[in-house]
C-alpha cells in the first residue's frame, strides 16, 4: 500500500525555521520523484520543491529559492523540505506527492498524496 505521511509543521515566527518530512511506504524512492506543494486558504495548491528519482536533482519555485532545501534519505526512504527565513506568506498545508518519473512543480501527474501538514508563520 502506497502510503506518504507528512509531519513537522507547526507554529513559528517570521524568520524562524522548520523542517517537514515525508516517509514513503509501499514503494522505493528511487524510482519517483516527490514533490512539495502548498496550499494557503482561498488559494490553488501550488508546487514549491522536488527531487527527482534518478540524480537527485532539485527545483524550487522563484518564491522559496535560497530559504527552502529538499533533500533525500534512501536508508529511510524520506524526503525532507528544510525552510528557513519563514515568512507570514509562506503559511499553508504542506503536502508530498509522487510522480514518475520526472520531476514537475505543476500538479501534472502526481498519483499519490499525503495528507499534508499545516505550516503557520505568525508573530
Known amino acids: 500500500q502506497v502510503q506518504l505521511v507528512e509531519s513537522g509543521g507547526g507554529l513559528v515566527q517570521p524568520g524562524g525555521s522548520l523542517r517537514l518530512s515525508c516517509p514513503a511506504s509501499?514503494?522505493?524512492?528511487?524510482?519517483?520523484?516527490i514533490g512539495w506543494f502548498r496550499q494557503a486558504p482561498g488559494k490553488e495548491r501550488e508546487g514549491v520543491s522536488c527531487?527527482?528519482?534518478?540524480?537527485?536533482?532539485?527545483y524550487y519555485a522563484d518564491s522559496v529559492k535560497g530559504r527552502f532545501t529538499i533533500s533525500r534519505d534512501k536508508a529511510k526512504n524520506t524526503v525532507y523540505l528544510q525552510m528557513n527565513s519563514l515568512k507570514p506568506e509562506d503559511k499553508g498545508v504542506y503536502y508530498c506527492?509522487?510522480?514518475?518519473?520526472?520531476?514537475?512543480?505543476?500538479?501534472?501527474?502526481?498519483?499519490?498524496w499525503g495528507q499534508g501538514t499545516q505550516v503557520t508563520v505568525s508573530s
Open positions: 506527492a509522487r510522480r514518475w518519473p520526472f520531476c514537475q512543480l505543476k500538479r501534472i501527474n502526481y498519483d499519490y
Open positions: 509501499g514503494f522505493t524512492l528511487d524510482y519517483y520523484a
Open positions: 527531487i527527482s528519482s534518478s540524480n537527485n536533482s532539485t
